[in-house]
């Protein structure tokens, strides 16, 4: 019998990639989220900073009124900034602790399942410094979600040289960061992101076996990195099958393979793997939306087939 990938996983979608100009905490954030919550193939929604107080109140509204659940990505809170948990000024490095504390207050306002954020960059020669000062800055927002509740604190892999260029990073210091941690916090994970994995020069395996323990969330998208030269190239996240792009049908199948095979995606705790994808240049989100479905759809097949 065939079965659904509904029963293994909470399907959901970041809101402010699907929809240009969100990112900041401004824009028809209400309008963009009655699409996502109107569609019964999402059963999540991840949504960032919103400015307003009455329109992040009315928003939370809408996720519980069409029984979604909601997660809060802290990473544009810093990339809109320039902000870095990681920063090698101390004056710095305390703004973004306190930038993503006040993300976290947000986060529980609107009932989140889980808060994200992203290492900053770093020089190479100050490597091991940066990551000593990751692991304080990760301590405290830990200590400060779970002195509000039970809400996973979780640290994205992002790529170390292509485009964010994160200390979090290539998967052996992602092992070594989250084994130090969850030893400490029983609400750290990782997140990962099958258009991030081809920008850090691993393949899936490469990447995801190593931290499987610790991985909470995962996400699905593509990205273009044969040349500089080309359209949407770096961490820009088109829709799947764009021109010169890595992932498709049969990356995302196996993507999700990977994930099934080491019980991440599971149906006694599906767990929240979300869509991250952006129009590019004039493209219309819904037809980048549905692009995305359709892909998850013919991905699941072919793992279906192979079972």
Not at 25 to 46: R, T
């Amino acid at each position: 019998m065939k079965t659904s990938f509904h029963e293994y996983m909470r399907v959901g979608i970041i809101l402010h990639m699907a929809y240009n100009g969100l990112s900041t905490g401004e824009g028809p954030v209400l309008e963009c989220l009655s699409n996502i919550a109107a569609d019964d193939y999402f059963d999540a929604v991840e949504i960032t900073q919103i400015k307003d107080d009455e329109t992040r109140r009315k928003a939370a509204e809408m996720i519980e009124i069409a029984h979604m659940d909601v997660a809060y990505g802290g990473q544009p809170c810093l990339l809109t900034t320039g902000m870095n948990i990681n920063d090698l000024d101390e004056t710095k490095r305390r703004a973004a602790v306190d930038r993503m504390k006040a993300a976290i207050d947000e986060a529980y306002e609107i009932r989140a399942k889980g808060f994200s954020f992203l290492a900053g960059k770093y020089e190479e020669e100050k490597k091991e410094e940066a990551y000593e000062l990751l692991l304080d800055s990760t301590r405290e927002l830990c200590e400060y979600a779970k002195s509000k509740g039970g809400m996973p604190v979780l640290c994205e892999v992002f790529d170390y040289d292509i485009d964010k260029k994160s200390l979090i990073g290539p998967v052996a210091l992602a092992k070594r960061y989250a084994e130090t941690m969850c030893a400490e916090y029983d609400n750290f994970g990782l997140m990962v992101d099958c258009s991030h994995i081809p920008m850090l020069h691993e393949t899936f395996e490469e990447n995801l076996l190593p931290i499987k323990d610790y991985i909470r969330h995962a996400h699905m998208g593509n990205t273009v990195i044969k040349s500089p030269d080309l359209p949407a190239y770096g961490d820009q996240h088109p829709r799947f099958g764009f021109p010169n792009s890595e992932n498709d049908v049969e990356e995302l199948a196996a993507y999700l393979q990977v994930l099934l095979d080491i019980g991440f995606l599971n149906r006694e705790n599906p767990p929240i793997v979300s869509f991250e994808v952006k129009p590019y240049g004039d493209e219309e989100s819904a037809f980048v939306i549905a692009n995305a479905k359709r892909t998850l759809n013919a991905a699941w097949k072919l793992v279906e087939e192979k079972k």
